[in-house]
């Protein structure tokens, strides 16, 4: 049997905001394989978010299991999980969360600098995606000039550029508009192929949902098939 | 306020500090003054006029002359006399000889009663309770004082309380009868001054001038307000840098609270939408944040003051050290903060907290409801105007620069205009500084170059934290450059100019002790000692030159090899030194060439108690003494016009210069019952260097006080950028950099903060010790002033400015470290 890359076991993510608790997940289980490209859809506040945070090791369930290649997340410290992430976890965010000092290229070679690697080891891997998303001409320029669509694109690439196991995208074409939506989602699953990474992406809209392997649907932290 | 606690607490202190240091340097201002006027006080009373020679001394013939005149109600003489309390290690005593049997009422005459009689007993002297107390003395008590080479026992008569009369009166006062001092000085018939109260109905004017066709031009007739303003300025220098240097330190706290308001505002700008879509008004948005700012500014004023009287009482005794070596005016004993100096701390503290809040908050208040609910674009806007704010930078030094060869040259204080123009230009080019910077920093690591790097992102806070750092780092290697070229070139000519082995004075001789003069067969016996190569006497009497009072000095310029005494600055030595042995021409120095506007040419004129003296000025050497400035002539001659008189001081020359410490040891034991000081030349020169130091230490104090506030700056900046950059330090950890990772790229900021500081307050320093040397200095001391640059210190300098930016960077550093990932919010990054 191929192991899950990414599993949950009756997982519940409870908070409490002082005056009662309010469930953000309840007992929510499955299992991922790899090269699966599952999108979760979901109203704002169904707990989408927080099942992406969850599965990247950001956040702790309050009760259940989230396991990772093989490790239980809870029993890792706040640093391996850190490190889990670093080596196999790729993260796309709705507001894009380019930073505006950084050109394109180094946007998106900010993991591998992170994780303390030099900019001669890993230049030519983000050319290489850069040119795969149709950016290799503006890899020297500011963010700020590019087009939503084209920022999107570049932070695809940086959640890409260390070969994850596992991608992770929340509301990745909230910010933009149709045309571009489906241009971004149809790239990020063909790139998620090619580098046979396994991917979750959040997403409210049934359209782009459609374009998954599998669909699940998340109703006030519920989880269930569409 | 609760939200930004750190925030508030780092501008109160940045604001305190800047109230501090102004409040610090406008209480020692007032009080050196204060401590003048409380002598004028004590020793004068209600005196209306005194009576001043422009000779040495004044003769008591003239006193009938004074009393006879209409007008005067009374007058009484003084004579006044410094001595040495033996065995203190320099515990000096001015004791003033009054006519106790004057039929005229003194100054402290509710103290009068039957035990003054006893006063006219030889010996007899009344202090004040406190030196009493000190001393350990009771009435009856006999103590030992040194007068130059002599030493003579005194009694303690009567307790006096001067300082009951005027509370800066110095605890170091004494009286005693004037034929008694007369008589300790050898100079019977001779007294210092006459003071004089008028009638009620008689004109001030009318009767000094009287007064003046009276007694002839050997007087000078002065107010105590004239006396006053004459120690004004002869302090006027010392004042107004202590005064320039603290309002830089303002200056800089106004940055802080610049930069606090404005991300308390970014910050709050969604709660400011809301009560402007509620039907706030612009006006009610304003005052809403200026009355916060205004309580911030309240903060720091009731913090400040303390903090300014705390600093001015710990630099109380360096700084009255330096008001008694060098300005030889009283020491100051006690602080007193006027009301005025709440009004100006209220004034300075929250006028300069509202000012630096003001731009921000109306650029708050004008905003559209909808501009202020969406996410700031600040930062952008800064951006491009980095260009414009560097031009205008540029313009403003090149118009000071024009204005000063143009027009500023010849008023005293354009060097404080350049100054200024340099403080304002240094902000104004830091934007487009930190933007070309960091764009132009390739980032290889996860480390200092992209902490430096990320700056670039939040140029406006950035921007101003380096500016702010910038200035406080100009004023700081400004004044280091300063300080080290002059105590370099101070040094260089005190070891061309001390160039005896040993250097003889007696106790009492401190500067003004011009009665503390050498026994002649002291002098006579000290030359005939074996292994003396040759005895150089130093006489130095006060006298002036028109209405200017001046120190006049008699040396033996006959020496051989005397000439490397005085390095000239201007004239020829060949045709100098011939006329100067022969007594008929004088050296100037170049602080009273400076001061009288004198040259090589002109004729320096003195009071000589025969009449005027016209001397031939034939050269004029470096003079490194702040003050009335200093004449030389030869010994002999200086007896001839002003009769003759002992030496102060001796400088003697060794035949085995190499035995020097053990011809001191054996000095001090062959003259043990003389109250002398025998000085090698190292021991001289280290003290000129320790006085030096002396002086420069309040200066010290500003420069750390004002690195301070820049650090509160650094501090505060990087608690905003952790505030502000929330979201980039989110998606840091999203992408697996480990907490000591963000510790480290957020202490990296702190130091990127200071090397751009440092860069840019480096320029901003030379040019600023360029301006203190070549300009300020000149105009105010007319000292030369070689630059030399003084690495050690500038290094020590440097790394102190980079230690306290990463200590500054260690809280702000360690709150980043506590974002979570989940925090990514909706914020661009």
């Known amino acids: 049997m191929v192991e899950s890359v990414l599993s949950f076991r009756g997982v519940s993510k409870i908070y409490d905001s002082g005056v009662g608790i309010r469930y953000a997940l309840r007992e929510v289980s499955f299992d991922l394989s790899p090269g699966q490209r599952v999108a979760v859809e979901g109203r704002s506040g169904s707990g989408k978010s927080t099942l992406l945070h969850l599965a990247a090791g950001i956040d702790l369930p309050s009760r259940g299991e989230v396991w990772s290649e093989g490790r239980n997340l809870a029993s890792l410290s706040e640093r391996d999980r850190a490190l889990l992430r670093r080596k196999g976890v790729g993260l796309v965010f709705q507001f894009f969360y380019l930073l505006s000092h950084l050109s394109v290229a180094e946007n998106v070679g900010l993991p591998e600098l ?68 489906q241009q971004v989602l149809q790239l990020m699953l063909s790139l998620a192929e090619e580098e046979g990474s396994s991917l979750i992406y959040a997403t409210h809209s049934r359209e782009l949902a459609s374009l998954a392997d599998q669909r699940w649907q998340l109703h006030s932290g519920i989880m269930g098939p569409v | 306020m609760r939200a930004g606690r750190s925030l508030y607490f780092l501008t109160v202190l940045g604001v305190a500090l800047g109230v501090a240091s102004v409040v610090c340097i406008q209480i020692i201002n007032r009080n050196s003054l204060a401590a003048f006027r409380g002598g004028i006080q004590a020793v004068s009373g209600d005196a209306d006029c005194t009576i001043l020679s422009r000779t040495p001394a004044l003769s008591e013939t003239l006193y009938p002359k004074v009393l006879g005149t209409p007008g005067v109600a009374a007058a009484w003489p003084l004579c006044r006399l410094d001595v040495a309390l033996s065995d203190t290690g320099g515990v000096f005593l001015e004791i003033l000889g009054v006519d106790f049997f004057a039929p005229v009422r003194m100054p402290w005459e509710g103290e009068r009663g039957e035990d003054w009689e006893a006063l006219a007993q030889r010996g007899w ?18 103590f030992e004082v040194s007068i130059g080479s002599r030493r003579v026992q005194l009694v303690v008569g009567a307790l006096v309380d001067f300082q009951r009369l005027t509370p800066f009166a110095s605890s170091k006062l004494a009286v005693m009868d004037i034929s008694q001092v007369q008589s300790l000085l050898a100079q019977p018939g001779e007294i210092d001054q006459i003071d004089i109260r008028l009638h009620p109905d008689a004109n001030l004017s009318e009767v000094v001038a009287d007064l003046q066709g009276r007694l002839g ?336 000095a008699g040396v033996d310029m006959s020496l051989m090899g005397g000439e490397a005494r005085f390095p000239l600055l201007h004239g020829d030595p060949l045709q100098a030194w011939p006329l100067l042995r022969q007594g008929k021409a004088v050296l100037i120095g170049e602080t009273l060439a400076h001061k009288a506007n004198l040259e090589v040419g002109d004729r320096l004129v003195v009071s000589a108690p025969a009449g005027e003296v016209r001397f031939p000025i034939v050269g004029v050497y470096y003079d490194y003494s702040p003050g009335k ?94 505030r502000e950059r929330i979201s980039e330090l989110a998606l840091y950890r999203a992408l697996g950099a480990l907490r000591w990772q963000i510790f480290w790229v957020f202490v990296g900021k702190g130091l990127g903060i200071g090397l751009l500081g440092l860069a840019l307050g480096l320029l901003g320093g030379v040019a600023l010790a360029a301006i203190l040397i070549f300009v300020i200095n000149r105009a105010y001391f007319g000292w030369t002033i070689q630059v030399y640059w003084p690495w050690a210190a500038l290094i020590q300098q440097t790394a102190t400015i980079l230690g306290a930016a990463l200590l500054a960077s260690l809280y702000p550093a360690l709150r980043a470290t506590q974002s979570p990932a989940t925090l990514l919010s909706r914020d661009d990054v």
């Open chain 2, 217 to 552: 031009p050997s007087v000078r007739i002065l107010t105590p307000e004239q006396r006053e303003s004459a120690a004004s300025d002869l302090l006027e220098a010392f004042r107004l840098n202590l005064t320039a240097l603290s309002l830089i330190s303002l200056f800089v706290g106004l940055f802080l609270v610049y930069s606090s308001t404005q991300a308390l505002l970014v910050r709050r700008r969604a709660e400011f939408g809301v009560l402007r879509s509620l039907g706030a008004t612009r006006a009610q948005l304003l005052g809403l944040i200026l009355r916060e700012v205004l309580f911030i500014g309240m903060l720091g004023v009731v913090l400040g003051i303390p903090m300014g009287y705390w600093a001015a009482q710990a630099n109380l005794e360096v700084v009255s050290a330096t008001l008694s070596n060098l300005y030889l005016l009283e020491e100051i004993e006690s602080l007193e903060i006027p009301f005025w100096l709440y009004v100006l701390a209220g004034t300075i503290g929250i006028g300069g907290a509202v000012a630096g809040a003001l731009i921000p908050a109306l650029d708050m208040s004008r905003r559209q409801i909808r501009a202020l609910l969406m996410p700031p674009v600040l930062h952008q806007r800064v951006a491009s105007l980095a260009l414009p704010l560097f031009l205008g930078g540029a313009l403003i030094l090149v118009l000071s620069g024009a204005w000063y060869k143009l027009y500023g040259w010849n008023w005293k204080p354009s060097g404080f205009v350049l100054g200024i123009a340099v403080l304002l230009a240094l902000p104004l080019s830091t934007p487009l500084f930190v933007r070309e910077i960091t764009a132009s920093v390739r980032a290889r690591r996860f480390g200092l170059g992209y902490s430096l790097k990320s700056l670039g992102a939040r140029l406006q806070t950035t921007s101003f934290a380096v500016a702010s750092l910038a200035v406080a780092v100009s004023m700081l290697m400004g004044i280091t450059l300063m300080i080290g070229s002059f105590r370099r070139t101070v040094e260089v000519w005190v070891s061309g100019t001390v160039k005896a082995d040993i250097y003889v004075s007696t106790s009492s001789f401190r500067g003004r002790g011009i009665q503390a003069t050498l026994d002649d067969r002291f002098v006579s016996s000290l030359s005939n000692l074996s292994g003396i190569r040759a005895v150089d006497r130093l006489r130095k009497l006060e006298v002036y030159s028109g209405d200017r009072e001046i120190y006049l």
């Open chain 2, 629 to 722: 400035g200093l004449a030389v002539v030869d010994f002999e001659a200086l007896g001839q016009h002003f009769g003759p008189g002992s030496a102060h001081s001796l400088a003697l020359y060794l035949q085995a210069p190499e035995e020097t410490d053990r011809v001191v040891d054996q000095l001090k034991l062959l003259y043990a019952e003389t109250p002398l000081r025998f000085r090698s030349n190292r021991n001289l020169r280290q003290q000129v260097l320790k006085i030096f130091d002396q002086t420069f230490a309040i200066t010290r104090l500003l420069q750390a006080m004002c690195l301070l506030i820049a650090v509160c700056g650094i501090a505060l900046t990087l608690l905003i950028l952790a």
């Open chain 2, 125 to 142: 002297v009344a202090v004040g309770p406190k030196l009493a107390e000190e001393m350990g003395w009771l009435v009856g008590d006999r």
């Open chain 1, 114 to 181: 992170v994780a303390g690697s030099r900019p001669s080891q890993f230049a030519s891997r983000v050319q290489a995606l850069l040119e795969r998303v149709d950016l290799g001409d503006r890899a020297g320029d500011p963010i700020h000039q590019l087009s939503g669509g084209e920022m999107q694109r570049v932070a695809i690439c940086r959640a890409l550029l260390r070969r994850p196991r596992l991608l992770l995208a929340d509301e990745p074409t909230g910010n933009l508009d149709d045309e571009n939506s």
